[in-house]
């Protein structure tokens, strides 16, 4: 399942899968096809306010025709678990997880252990295991751009004294537990809360 969000809405297929982003195979003959789902996904961009339905495209297809259409922005973050919950901070007066944009040459979990310690300041940080990635797209100079962001559950071995990254536009970072949980996920993007709500919420209740 491919989920990639733009605003309120979201272009998905049951059938795609992230892998198919830098594993395909193009065929010149199916060129006319390949026009057709750009112009499909371009006039969705910009006119359309309801979610967009590809079960029907080709995986090869769909993976040009998303290459073609966005330029890459990848980023990478943490499900950080502490004190018997999960850390989580507010951007920019929203509810949020810690991450951010992954550098030349870095990889993903380094890049995600980075960004939770630059944001957070919590340290002694391990990686558990890789989650589901999100994917949401915006218009930058007249581009479009897609974000993925890598996901990993973590945890810190440290004491929570967090000091947010204010210059990054973080107020505060706080644990995320029973009693805020479900405000949370309300208030959070919605592609950060139906890729990972499931994680969060297990976690929480361990």
């Known amino acids: 399942m491919y989920r990639l969000f733009c605003n309120k809405k979201m272009l998905f297929s049951r059938n795609f899968s992230e892998k198919f982003l830098d594993n395909y195979h193009y065929d ?3 060129y006319q096809l390949l026009e057709n789902t750009i112009d499909r996904i371009r006039y969705w961009l910009e006119n359309e306010t309801e979610d967009l339905n590809l079960d029907d495209v080709d995986n090869d297809i769909l993976a040009v025709s998303i290459n073609t259409i966005f330029k890459s922005a990848p980023a990478a973050g943490g499900v950080v678990l502490i004190n018997d919950g999960i850390a989580a901070i507010e951007r920019n007066g929203i509810p949020d997880l810690p991450k951010g944009h992954i550098e030349n040459g870095e990889s993903e979990d380094v ?4 960004e939770v310690y630059e944001e957070t300041a919590l340290s002694d940080l391990s990686i558990i295991k890789k ?3 999100t994917f949401h797209c915006y218009l930058l100079n007249n581009q479009w ?3 993925k962001t890598s996901w990993f559950l973590m945890k810190s071995d440290a004491v929570f004294d967090p000091k947010p990254q204010q210059e990054e536009g973080i107020s505060k970072v706080f644990v995320l537990n029973k009693d805020n949980v479900n405000d949370f996920l309300e208030k959070t993007f919605v592609s950060l809360r139906i ?3 499931e994680e969060i919420l297990k976690n929480i209740n361990r």
């Open 28 to 30: 010149d003959h199916c």
């Open 111 to 114: 890049a995600a252990l980075r």
């Open 131 to 133: 989650l589901p990635s």
């Open 145 to 147: 751009t897609m974000k």
């Open 195 to 197: 890729t990972l709500e």
